[in-house]
């Protein structure tokens, strides 16, 4: 029974991981950009929504369906203007940017992380901050097994919005136009596609599905700070590359594996080591990961392997 139920937070916290890593892995598979203020979507998120929230809730111990309605469209519009915001930063760091050398959007990147956290620290404080709790405390029995309210609302949705994503991807025409993109920018022009508005799109989307991740996180820990993507944002990166950096099933596969590998290990690390080293140190392991990827597989799981010694790989060095 503790198996499956460390199964289900398993899947939960990596469902998580995996909605943040979709963002980072689009804007690389159309930009070859490694977007480090992504991060901040996420926290943004958690603390539009935990605003938008109050408004709504108010005082109130006892919530009427009207109340429910409006907590869902407030975490609905939290994650509209987060997605907004994404698109600000395109449109106003990253565009202007763009076939600049690689570094230029990288440390751009950068320096918008840097930005967007002072920004909130200032606004809100430094202190941690109690997130309501959105889906209930309660548990529900499946089996004769105790599973958390949370953790399967948390895998259902992400799972549901995993799929509509392939299906926009696949099926849409500006998903068409995306996948055009990401295979070639100079073809993509010459058969009439305007290269702007597709990339403003997976900003976009990746900015709200990134602030929903906060919005879940947040809901699940019960807690929220303005760091808060700092460490989240470098595990979604890592769930990325392990499962393969610009291609998007890899991303939900990579967060779902980090998920698995880091809960597992939280549970077996005091164990092995007879107390010397507690669950404290499971964000080890999400590290450690990503340098075994490096190493031995760096296109990751699903990803492609990039050509190496052409002029246009090293145009920018």
Known sequence: MELIQQTVNALSIGAIYALIALGYTMVYGVLKLLNFAHGEMFMLGAFFSYWLIAQVV?????????QFVGIGLSILFSCLLVGLVAMLLER???RPLRGKPRLSPLLGALGMSIVLQNVVQISVGPGIFAYPTLFGSTRIEIGGIGINRTAIVIIGLSVALMAALQVFLQRSRTGVR??????DHEIARLIGIEINKPIAAIFFIGGALGALG?????????VMQFSMGTIVGLKAFTAAVLGGIGSV????????????????AAGLLPKLTGGLIGT????????AVLIVVLIFRPSGLLGRPEGTGEASDKKDF
């Open 58 to 66: 108010g005082s109130s111990e006892t919530l009427s369906f009207l």
């Open 92 to 94: 106003i760091v990253y």
């Open 178 to 183: 995306i996948r055009a993109l990401a295979e």
């Open 214 to 222: 906060g919005v879940l996180y947040a809901a699940n820990y019960g």
């Open 249 to 264: 099933p890899g991303a939900v596969l990579g967060g779902f594996l980090l998920g698995l590998l880091e809960t597992f």
């Open 280 to 287: 404290e140190y499971r964000d080890v392991v999400a590290f």
